[in-house]
């Protein structure tokens, strides 16, 4: 990814989690900003059982004397996301301080950003990078069964973005349609308009 002002804005659906926080950390340090939508849509590799034993032997990691000290253990899928590009990140010097700072990430797709063109990284990609049978799990199911608890209210605030989405996108093709219409309609007038026009050399 090359260097832009504006933030990067990546569709984290359908997703491998690891692959997606490696890129997603190395553009950080390229001083890029990044925003991440659909975090409970990311998927990992392996069946859902095992990921789900493996962060529930990570929940019992906790300091002896006192857990309020940490790890602390997010359950929320963006800020599991986030604690994973963290530790792809030099996050305890200036550089990489700096560089946390410039990542978002969220569940669902909050304004502004569902009015901006969002991209994917197709290196990190489910599709291409895993093997047809391969098992995987959501990240969104995952944490949800750890200990989420807002899976129906984004799956909601989804829907009626979705649906609102479909409504602009049918009025923009119903607008474009008639615009074309309309340049046609003019063409067909300024025909006589048009071959004087291109007699002096303009086309």
């Not at 990814?1 to 997703?15: E, F, L, N, T, W």
């Not at 997010?74 to 990542?103: C, D, Q, Y």
Request: aromatic share 8%; proline share 5%; with cysteine.
């Amino acid at each position: 990814m090359g260097y832009q002002s504006k933030p990067i804005v990546i569709d984290a659906k359908d997703h491998l989690l690891g692959r997606l926080a490696s890129t997603t950390a190395k553009t950080l340090l390229q001083g890029q900003r990044v925003v991440v939508v659909r975090c409970e849509e990311l998927n990992k590799s392996g069946n859902f059982y095992r990921n789900k034993q493996k962060y529930l032997d990570f929940l019992r990691k906790r300091m002896n004397t006192n857990p309020s000290r940490g790890p602390y253990h997010f359950r929320a899928p963006s800020k599991i996301f986030w604690r994973t590009v963290r530790g792809m990140l030099p996050h305890k010097l200036h550089r990489g301080k700096e560089a946390l700072e410039n990542l978002k990430a969220f569940e669902g797709v909050p304004p502004p950003y569902d009015k901006v063109k969002r991209q994917v990284v197709p290196s990190a990609m489910r599709v291409i990078r895993l093997k047809p049978r391969r098992k995987f799990c959501k990240l969104g199911r995952l944490a949800h069964e750890v200990g989420w608890k807002y899976p129906t209210v984004v799956g909601t605030l989804e829907r009626r973005r979705k649906l609102k989405s479909t409504v602009y996108y049918k009025s923009k093709v119903k607008e474009q349609k008639l615009m074309r219409l309309a340049r046609k309609n003019v063409l067909e007038k300024n025909q006589q308009l048009q071959k004087i026009i291109e007699s002096y050399g303009y086309n």
